[in-house]
DNA sequence: ATTAATTACGTAATTAGTTACGTAAATGTA
DNA sequence: TACATTTACGTAACTAATTACGTAATTAAT
């Protein structure tokens, strides 16, 4: 078993905990029986919080032990058939249920402060003897995951590591088809093809490349996944407009957006652009949040060839 | 919740523990989606073991991960539904069922290595967040829980907290008669009264005392537990015979046994004695445990009073 | 004053493990 | 070689929690 925790190491950590909890449940059932209490080990956070507080109705100890309520429903049934506590109907408030020790049951919350004591200088002695404090190091652990939980650090990780093995590449007559694709494949979900659409994604070098705009392509372990154009614009305002960014739904996530926009953006500025030009519909929501990232601001009243655009933006480039 | 674990503190630790396990698997559940792993996280253990080694059977496999084997029975053949997993009993022992990955099976090992290093990595980094890290930390309290257990923990302070409570007095009158009770509890028990028994008992003053000897009385909470008496014998080799020591059953397990008997030496000592006597049975293991603890070692050759006798030991005093 | 939403809490079903027990195969022993 | 013991493993019952859901009481909104 230890030899399990060794090889598989800090990803079975999920194991490792419900184990320790299992060990010290077990223990705990001895140790009760050691006092002569008649309580169950799992009865103890319910116990300990009425012998803290005089009256407490079932949802209000289930949020403080951290427990759901059909949990100490249950707990406080078979307490109240040992008569350690009793059940009474809250007087203002019909629904709620409020429990109390017995008379009895306070006699047992008296007979166990002597177990209480034992137990936790039990338990402090065997903390002091590590290097690494148990109770504390849960304490901090359960703040970090608070602050950011496992799976959210688990997706940052899958990125990190993606993002290497995305490479931005120029664009060859090769990658034609998946250059239309990719775009189509965002157009149709969202809205519909426009003629102006069909030009240029049939004939990239004609309409784009020719006219002295660029092309970038995104491969995802050599396979093309994300397309980025640079356009060239006949417009005294802006020198060319950033267009037809496209990334694979399976791609998405990996933050290969961002790569494009800044690969493109960079080759503008090579290119001696000093002002970019896009066009966008605010349902993109994570397109126009990539525009921002990338440094581009709203603008209004420019005409455009295409029906779904709904918003305008601008980069100045230095 | 984390108000009910500040209050009630180390002793909800096991309460603790469950709950961070229970939070690590449910975030565990949603990583494996992430990955597009058809995997449940509770397979993982059945998983990794058997894509680190060829074949294993059902047993083998539940010693490796530390469950029981109908854990892992059920889980094979959960696995074993979803084509992950298949059996084949052994050919050398019809007893066994060896169980190994399919091509599927295979393959999702080879798939799920990024999500490992992953989710390693963003272990790590949380762990390498903290002060303390909880890996080593839970690693340290397994190998002192190893050690010595809980349990044994609780119990060893438990007798520290109640040997305070203990007095070791010496002997009055109004003592005689639980002097007579406690020793006739474990006479009884394990054999029968005799007459040297009964005159001792029934008159300690005239017996005992009076003959040069002495009587302590242990109480606990002010109520005496626990008698031990130092007889003056008549022989050219010993001064005194250390007998009568009983403890209430209700005391034991508190060391009461040992304070009685360092305070009747000690008091021999006073007395100027160079050599005690004490005459016992075998099946009291407990108390030629204790008898060995205080120095006495087994002589033969004494002729006795007692049918019980079947030990006879002897303490040098320097 | 109704109606809608929320809250309290019980019951039922589910989950992930356990212990208890029975059977068959293998192994040890007189 | 026969019989007892041990081992492997499946089934059944139990345990301690959960989620899902329904009902009644309270509170908020129109």
């Known amino acids: 078993m230890n030899k399990f925790f060794d090889n598989a190491g800090i990803i079975a950590i999920g194991s490792r905990l419900r184990m320790l909890s299992e060990k010290m449940v077990e223990d705990a059932t001895k140790i009760y029986e050691m006092y002569n209490m008649d309580l169950k080990p799992k009865w103890f956070p319910v116990f300990y919080v009425l012998s803290q507080n005089n009256e407490k109705s079932i949802t209000a100890i289930a949020n403080e032990i951290g427990h759901s309520h059909p949990s100490v429903s249950k707990i406080v049934r078979e307490m109240v058939k040992e008569q350690i506590l009793c059940e009474k109907k809250d007087k203002n408030d019909g629904r709620k249920n ?62 990190l590591r993606e993002i290497k093995e995305v490479e931005i590449v120029p664009y060859e007559p090769k990658y034609g088809i998946p250059f239309k694709n990719l775009n189509e494949e965002w157009i149709t979900t969202y809205f519909k093809m426009e003629e102006t659409d069909r030009k240029s994604l049939n004939n990239p070098k004609e309409y784009i490349l020719d006219k002295g705009g660029e092309i970038v392509v995104a491969l995802y372990k050599k396979k093309p996944v994300g397309v980025c154009a640079l356009i060239k614009m006949n417009d005294p305002h802006y020198d060319f407009e950033l267009a037809k960014m496209a990334v694979s739904s ?69």
Not at 98 to 115: E, V, Y
Not at 267 to 285: D, F, P, R
Not at 306 to 313: D, K, V
Request: glycine share 6%; net charge positive.
């Open 250 to 318: 399976e791609a998405k996530g990996k933050g290969i957006g961002l790569l494009l926009g800044k690969s493109i953006i960079k080759k503008a500025q090579s290119l001696g652009a000093k002002k970019l030009y896009l066009e966008s519909n605010t349902v993109l929501k994570p397109a126009i949040n990539l525009y921002h990232k990338l440094g581009f601001n709203k603008v209004v009243g420019h005409s455009t060839p295409y029906e779904r655009c709904n918003i305008q933006m601008e980069l100045v480039l230095d």
């Open 98 to 159: 409020n429990i109390k020790l017995t008379p009895k049951g306070k006699q047992m919350a008296n007979q166990i402060k002597d177990q209480y004591l034992d137990v936790q200088k039990a338990v402090e002695v065997t903390l002091n003897q590590s290097r690494y404090n148990m109770w504390y190091a849960i304490e901090e652990f359960e703040f970090l995951l608070d602050q950011k939980s496992m799976f959210h650090r688990v997706k940052e990780e899958k990125k």
